[in-house]
């Protein structure tokens, strides 16, 4: 298997980068993760244009076009063995001579990027899918959620007190009590009958799971799907509460802080909306 760092290919225990590099002095970079199932890549076009903002908003001047960034993606696919492959993109400001705070010129960016094994697709069946039970707590991270920055101490933070718990993910509210996602993840709910997840602003991430989710539904009238503020009550007083990401896709909440939500299984709207989801992904 191979890892592409910085326009060469090449074994991963070959692949160095410098203890200077602003990545890992700053946390100073953006990533990526994009599932590819039998070589097909899910949401490829959206993931990289995501990224591709989180570089402009951080003023990373990087000239590789979405056809450089495929051919990456492929090269990658072609070299790591299995049909279900994570591709890990990741851009760093770079690596300097000295530790400043000031964004340095004259550096070039870090580009590395690697394949890791994924279980498989998600199941759309209640008695195979993967569930969970997870924590809810306030979010104490920063007020630029929206990039997808490599600094992940936040989140690193929150899913850690989750797992303490024994809770695979941890869903957060702000001051005002109103959910914005979870550690890596987006969040839905649904109550009689209306999915509802929360807009986006600078509390979250713009989730690609999340807008195929929009995407698909809107094909649906019979569908009905809000973007608006659920507070932490609504939450916990859901039918049916979802955590989404690209490797987990619709993913079934049972449990929050140790309650029941609905009937403690994956419910009859996820059931509907991960089986659209299943047979439209790869449509975008
Ligand atoms: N929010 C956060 C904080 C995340 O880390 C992720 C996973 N990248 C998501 C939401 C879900 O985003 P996506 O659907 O693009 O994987």
């Not at 690697?114 to 569930?131: Q, V």
Request: glycine content about 8%; proline content about 5%; some cysteine.
């Amino acid at each position: 298997s191979q890892v592409y760092l910085n326009g060469d290919y090449m074994a991963p225990e070959e692949a160095k980068i410098s203890p200077m590099d602003r990545g890992f002095l700053f946390g100073d970079g953006i990533y990526e993760v994009i599932p590819a199932y039998h070589g097909k890549m899910l949401g490829f076009n959206a993931h990289i244009e995501r990224m591709q903002q989180g570089l402009a908003a951080i003023e990373i001047a990087l000239d590789y076009d979405v056809e450089q960034w495929r051919e990456i993606c492929e090269t990658l696919l072609s070299t790591n063995p299995g049909p279900n492959q994570g591709i890990y993109l990741h851009v760093s400001r770079g690596t300097d001579s000295k530790r400043n705070h000031a964004y340095p010129s004259g550096v070039a960016p870090t580009v590395f990027a690697f394949c890791f094994t994924l279980p498989g697709e998600p199941s759309c069946d209640a008695d195979k899918a993967s569930s969970y039970e997870v924590s809810l707590e306030q979010d104490r991270r920063w007020q630029r959620c929206n990039i997808k920055s490599t600094a992940l101490l936040g989140n690193v933070m929150h899913y850690q007190s989750g797992a303490r718990a024994g809770n695979k993910e941890t869903i957060l509210f702000n001051a005002l009590g109103e959910i914005t996602e979870a550690s890596s993840s987006n969040v839905f709910i649904v109550k009689e009958g209306v999915i509802a997840t929360p807009p986006l602003d600078t509390q979250i991430l713009p989730g690609i799971t999340r807008w195929l989710i929009l995407q698909i539904v809107h094909t649906h009238s019979e569908l009905r799907i809000e973007e608006r503020v659920i507070t932490k009550d609504e939450l916990l007083d859901a039918d049916e509460v979802w955590i989404t990401s690209a490797t987990k896709e619709v993913g079934p909440v049972l449990k929050v802080d140790g309650k029941q939500i609905g009937q403690g299984r994956p419910g009859p709207m996820w059931q509907r909306v991960q089986s659209l989801f299943s047979q439209h992904k790869f449509d975008y």
